[in-house]
């Protein structure tokens, strides 16, 4: 069947989105940070969770107007293209390279591990399960973004009503003497938990890169972002809370941890729940971010920064079908490579988290070039916030600096530029 270069669908409601965010943010990190954060810091972790918390207002509201004022399948790519050029475009893309490609596998692996420990799966079984989520999460974005939205719903409201059960069953557990010593190991470690808390506050970018799929973005953009905000600090606050409160990370290794605290509550069910946890928060992750990846793909190879071959649409469902069918490939081997090489999951981590800090701050200093007022303010304080949480990456941070340099070198090279309909406003 013969393709043609058709509009993406405006089908995307304000629940839809609120939920492909959570679904985004609320990932793999809700399973093993609260342990680690808190084992790095003691009770003063619940220092870093707030401060992480406060941060996010700001960047949030600044990315909603971006992506109001802006509705563009480029999300930040797009935004540093108009502050500040098409070679910072092109950079931006392929700091975006590094990120889902790998990190989709990751947050994949580090959900079936999390049910293969708890199940006594044998290396092989956590590969089929890891891969079983990604094929999922291209399945149902190659169907149309409707579909991927209606699924994304389902899986939030199932997630955020297993965690809040973990919490209120914990509750009745936390005792005041385990918020003593309140910062046992001093107060630098809370800087270092925060660059690690980072990963569990990241996602909220992939809802501006379906901004031209929402039906009134001007709207909606804003008010799921908003909604999404107060979810998950509700939940990671009270997470962390019931954490440190019941002593749940002290002895127990991080991927039992969370299983161990629901089980004080639900008793030998609580293998199965934190299992369906695991599978549900990461598959919710990979699943928005297989939507907003794919759209940046298209949105770059439109502008000419990658090849034309991904500037088309799927004639019946409206989809960048052609990066969902190359991702499929890469993933696997991906996976492959994690197999027989055995990584370390938690330290791979750090590389992908680190190339979403310097997205931000790209987004953020975009902000301050394209906004005025409070919105220029809220940029302002999220780009300081985000330069300073870079400065505790460490070696890590060399991974966006040294992708950035291979796009500023490749922008050189300009592919056929799809055509376009849309209104290209440069300023607010």
């Given at each position: 069947?013969?393709e043609?270069?058709v509009?993406?669908?405006?089908?995307i409601?304000w629940?839809q989105?609120a939920?492909?965010?959570i679904g985004?943010?609320l990932?793999s990190?809700?399973?093993?940070?609260?342990?680690?954060?808190?084992e790095?810091?003691?009770p003063a972790s619940l220092?870093?969770w707030l401060?992480?918390?406060?941060?996010?207002i700001?960047?949030v509201?600044t990315?909603?107007?971006l992506?109001?004022?802006y509705?563009?399948?480029?999300g930040?790519?797009?935004?540093?293209r108009?502050?500040?050029?098409?070679?910072?475009e092109a950079?931006?893309?392929?700091?975006?390279?590094?990120?889902?490609?790998?990190g989709?596998?990751?947050v994949?692996?580090?959900?079936?591990n999390y049910?293969?420990?708890l199940f006594?799966?044998t290396?092989?079984q956590?590969?089929?399960?890891?891969?079983?989520?990604l094929s999922?999460?291209l399945f149902f974005?190659?169907l149309?973004?409707?579909l991927?939205?209606?699924?994304?719903?389902?899986v939030v409201?199932?997630?955020?009503?297993?965690?809040?059960?973990?919490v209120l069953?914990?509750l009745?557990?936390?005792r005041?003497?385990?918020?003593t010593?309140f910062?046992?190991?001093?107060?630098?470690?809370?800087?270092?938990?925060?660059?690690l808390?980072?990963?569990a506050?990241v996602?909220?970018?992939?809802?501006?890169?379906?901004?031209?799929?929402?039906?009134?973005?001007?709207?909606?953009?804003?008010?799921?972002l908003?909604?999404?905000?107060?979810?998950?600090?509700?939940l990671?606050?009270?997470l962390?809370v019931?954490?440190?409160g019941?002593?749940?990370?002290?002895?127990?290794?991080?991927?039992t941890a969370?299983?161990?605290?629901?089980?004080?509550?639900?008793?030998?069910w609580a293998?199965?729940?934190?299992?369906?946890?695991?599978?549900?928060?990461c598959?919710?992750?990979i699943h928005t971010?297989l939507?907003?990846?794919?759209?940046?793909?298209?949105?770059q190879?439109?502008?000419?920064h990658?090849?034309?071959f991904?500037?088309r649409l799927?004639?019946r469902?409206?989809?960048?079908?052609?990066?969902?069918?190359v991702l499929?490939?890469?993933f696997f081997?991906?996976?492959?490579?994690a197999?027989?090489?055995q990584?370390?999951?938690?330290?791979?981590?750090?590389?992908?988290?680190?190339?979403?800090i310097?997205?931000?701050v790209?987004?953020?200093?975009?902000?301050v070039?394209?906004?005025?007022?409070?919105g220029r303010y809220?940029a302002?304080v999220?780009?300081?916030?985000?330069?300073?949480?870079?400065?505790?990456?460490?070696?890590?941070?060399?991974?966006?600096?040294?992708?950035?340099?291979?796009?500023?070198?490749?922008t050189?090279?300009?592919?056929?530029?799809?055509?376009?309909?849309?209104?290209?406003?440069e300023t607010v």
């Amino acid at each position: 069947m013969a393709e043609s270069p058709v509009e993406l669908k405006k089908t995307i409601s304000w629940v839809q989105g609120a939920a492909m965010t959570i679904g985004a943010v609320l990932g793999s990190g809700v399973l093993v940070l609260p342990v680690a954060a808190a084992e790095l810091a003691g009770p003063a972790s619940l220092v870093a969770w707030l401060l992480m918390g406060l941060l996010a207002i700001p960047l949030v509201m600044t990315l909603g107007t971006l992506g109001a004022a802006y509705p563009d399948a480029g999300g930040i790519a797009a935004f540093a293209r108009r502050a500040f050029g098409p070679r910072a475009e092109a950079v931006t893309g392929w700091l975006f390279l590094g990120t889902v490609p790998i990190g989709g596998p990751i947050v994949a692996l580090i959900g079936a591990n999390y049910a293969g420990r708890l199940f006594g799966a044998t290396p092989w079984q956590v590969g089929l399960v890891a891969a079983g989520m990604l094929s999922a999460g291209l399945f149902f974005n190659y169907l149309g973004i409707s579909l991927s939205g209606r699924v994304q719903i389902g899986v939030v409201a199932t997630i955020s009503l297993i965690l809040l059960a973990a919490v209120l069953t914990a509750l009745p557990r936390v005792r005041p003497d385990s918020f003593t010593p309140f910062a046992p190991h001093g107060w630098v470690p809370v800087g270092v938990a925060m660059t690690l808390l980072f990963w569990a506050f990241v996602g909220w970018e992939m809802i501006v890169h379906l901004g031209e799929e929402f039906r009134d973005p001007q709207r909606d953009i804003p008010r799921s972002l908003a909604f999404s905000l107060g979810i998950i600090i509700v939940l990671y606050l009270s997470l962390a809370v019931a954490t440190v409160g019941t002593a749940s990370y002290r002895g127990a290794a991080n991927i039992t941890a969370l299983a161990g605290m629901v089980g004080q509550g639900v008793g030998h069910w609580a293998g199965d729940v934190t299992a369906l946890l695991g599978f549900l928060v990461c598959y919710g992750t990979i699943h928005t971010y297989l939507a907003g990846f794919s759209r940046l793909i298209y949105a770059q190879a439109r502008e000419g920064h990658f090849p034309s071959f991904f500037a088309r649409l799927h004639p019946r469902y409206q989809t960048p079908h052609r990066t969902l069918l190359v991702l499929g490939p890469v993933f696997f081997l991906v996976l492959l490579l994690a197999y027989y090489r055995q990584f370390d999951l938690s330290a791979l981590i750090k590389w992908p988290s680190a190339v979403f800090i310097a997205l931000y701050v790209i987004g953020m200093a975009s902000g301050v070039k394209l906004l005025a007022g409070k919105g220029r303010y809220y940029a302002m304080v999220s780009l300081a916030a985000c330069l300073i949480v870079y400065g505790f990456l460490g070696w890590a941070g060399l991974y966006p600096i040294g992708l950035g340099v291979v796009g500023w070198l490749t922008t050189q090279k300009r592919w056929p530029v799809q055509a376009r309909g849309r209104d290209r406003r440069e300023t607010v």
